[in-house]
């Protein structure tokens, strides 16, 4: 079992910074890669980054890619997405996940995610 806590969302105004954070334990030697999603009222769940926690390696969605950085310390077992540029547009339950099946390359669907955190919201205001 790995087990995700996330931190750092909160009300910020548009153009403004935040960092989330997520903490990783248990099995964190069977992670194969990390990703933060996430939901807006009425809106399906969305994948926006990933990285591969062994290599580091990352992809962003492109409505984020220039404004939002993910980032890993496994010597910390912890994640982060830094979010730069906030748009009112961006306001969601941002959650962090797991995938432990290294048989697949870097994933954006849900359903390949099998642990997840409990969300922090992030609120921008215009």
């Known amino acids: 079992q790995v087990q995700l806590v996330e931190s750092g969302g909160g009300l910020v105004q548009a153009g403004g910074s935040l960092r989330l954070s997520c903490a990783v334990s248990?099995?964190?030697?069977?992670?194969?890669?990390m990703a933060w999603f996430r939901q807006a009222p009425g809106k399906e769940r969305e994948c926006v980054a990933v990285?591969?926690?062994?290599?580091?390696?990352?992809v962003a969605h492109d409505s984020v890619k220039d404004r939002f950085t993910i980032s890993r310390d496994r010597t910390k077992n912890t994640v982060w997405l830094q979010m730069n540029s906030l748009k009112p547009e961006d306001t969601a339950v941002y959650y962090c996940a797991a995938d432990d099946d290294s048989k697949r390359g870097l994933s954006w669907k849900l359903l390949d995610y099998d642990y997840w955190g409990q969300g922090t919201q992030v609120t921008v205001s215009s």
């Open positions: 248990g099995r964190t030697l069977s992670v194969y890669a």
């Open positions: 990285i591969g926690w062994s290599r580091g390696t990352t």
